[in-house]
């Protein structure tokens, strides 16, 4: 999956009560704020049951992509159409938030990729194939039948959060054209996965850095 089938709903503040661990969780999002940098990626995991299930069928250890933008806000490509949201809302410990930051050239080459991203601010979300990429990459982790879908290409006019930010680091980091060289879900099916965001940091941490 690029990610599962996000809606509006997914980015809604949940209210927290005040009790002693309050204290406790707003260190927690504040520890985990003072780390985030624009051009980050930011991975996270969507509570609820249907989701979990969703992500062990297509083997995935989070379900959701974000983009770090500049102000402490991140792009988020959902249905039906792309938002903007604070940082915070993804630094609860429920969401399990992890940090990949692409170790660019230098600033200059981190402000180009974020203004890449912002052009897909109003862009309307790829239900079809979603729904088929979910499908399929099921269908090859668990019976290694292969299935492959045409990748998204500049001229798309709905997209999936994996495969626009693989495409704007392709465009605007030269160096990330040597993940052609490793198996990912986006080479095998036409259709990136947040796996293949981890694939990547695995074999190329001179590339996309994990962020402890």
């Not at 002693?20 to 504040?30: F, G, M, Q, R, V």
């Amino acid at each position: 999956m690029g990610n599962l089938i996000l809606g509006k709903e997914y980015f809604e503040f949940s209210q927290i009560q005040p009790s002693a661990e309050t204290k406790n969780l707003d260190s927690y999002i504040i520890s985990m704020i003072k780390k985030i940098q624009p051009g980050d990626l930011l991975l996270v995991r969507t509570p609820g049951i249907g989701y979990s299930i969703g992500r062990k069928l297509a083997r995935n250890t989070h379900d959701h992509i974000a983009v770090v933008l500049n102000k402490g806000v991140t792009l988020n490509i959902v249905n039906p159409i792309t938002v903007i949201r604070p940082i915070s809302i993804f630094c609860k410990p429920n969401r399990n938030p992890l940090i990949l930051r692409p170790k660019w050239r230098d600033m200059e080459q981190r402000k180009r990729f974020v203004k890449e991203m912002e052009k897909f601010s109003n862009s309307v979300y790829n239900v079809k194939k979603t729904i088929f990429g979910f499908f399929f990459t099921s269908l090859y982790g668990w019976l290694g039948i292969r299935m492959p879908m045409k990748k998204l290409d500049e001229s798309a006019k709905r997209w999936i959060c994996t495969e626009a930010i693989l495409i704007s680091l392709l465009k605007t980091f030269p160096k990330f054209k040597v993940i052609n060289n490793i198996k990912l879900d986006y080479h095998s099916l036409g259709f990136a996965t947040i796996n293949d965001f981890l694939r990547i940091s695995k074999h190329f941490p001179e590339l996309l850095n994990t962020i402890d």
